[in-house]
């Protein structure tokens, strides 16, 4: 990883997080940490969205995916009940 790469993970993080979405890495070795954390990246980057494994990334997402769902749809149904009253 050179600063021309660590350029190319900073700017798609910037514009993905401005459309909501978390750029994650998964089963990312120590090397390429280092030259992370070298670049001032590691931190803001991928220290609180990295996962050891993929399914560990993926299970994550499906987990928040599913509280959101669960908050959706309680909201849902106080607006039915509301509604209903």
Avoid at 33 to 50: N, Q, S, T
Avoid at 57 to 65: E, S
Wanted: hydrophobic share 45%; glycine share 6%; charged share 30%.
């Amino acid at each position: 990883m050179d600063v021309t790469s660590a350029d190319m993970l900073d700017d798609p993080d910037a514009t993905l997080n401005r459309a909501g979405i978390d750029l994650c890495g998964a089963g990312m070795k120590d090397p390429v940490k280092d030259k992370l954390k070298r670049f001032g990246l590691f931190a803001r980057l991928v220290e609180r969205r990295f996962f050891a494994t993929l399914d560990e990334a993926v299970n994550r997402d499906l987990v928040q995916a599913a509280r959101q769902a669960d908050s959706g749809a309680a909201a849902m149904a106080t607006v039915i009940r509301a509604s209903v009253r």
